[in-house]
């Protein structure tokens, strides 16, 4: 039986899965009375790996598996979205409180010493 494999996006490998075709394959030989030991060696595979496909996929054809498969994926990317827009929604007032005490030390200093502060340079820039 062949493997699923390839390249994730950040360049590392994942790990070979089999295809909900050979999922529901394996389930079939499962019901038609093979020992879920036999199966699992003949797959390469553990027993347990037979019991979650079973309860993940049991009573399911190719083309329903192949729709929980696609759904779940598309779950995964919105969660991956919403984490980031939370990230960007939390990450913007710290950076927007950090530019305004920026902007009141410019300030404080541009009041305080206009004579010996003249093209210093301040957070990069000629004040």
């Known amino acids: 039986m062949e493997l699923e494999s390839g390249p994730k996006k950040d360049g590392q490998m994942k790990r070979a ?7 529901i394959a394996v389930l ?8 879920t030991a036999d199966l699992a060696r003949k797959h390469g595979v553990s027993e347990a790996t037979i019991y979650n496909w079973k309860a993940k996929f049991g009573g399911m ?4 598996a192949k729709r929980l498969r696609a759904l779940e994926d598309e779950n995964a990317k919105l969660d991956r979205r919403a984490i980031s827009t939370a990230s960007a929604e939390t ?3 710290r950076m927007l409180g950090k530019i305004d005490t920026l902007c009141e030390q410019r300030d404080t200093l541009k009041k305080t010493d206009t004579h010996h502060n003249k093209g210093r340079v301040l957070g990069g820039r000629r004040w």
Not at 28 to 35: D, M, P, Q, S, W
Not at 61 to 64: A, M
């Open 91 to 93: 990450l913007l007032p």
């Open 17 to 23: 899965r089999f295809t909900e075709e050979q999922i």
């Open 61 to 64: 054809d190719v083309s329903e």
């Open 28 to 35: 079939k030989e499962h019901e038609a009375g093979a020992k």
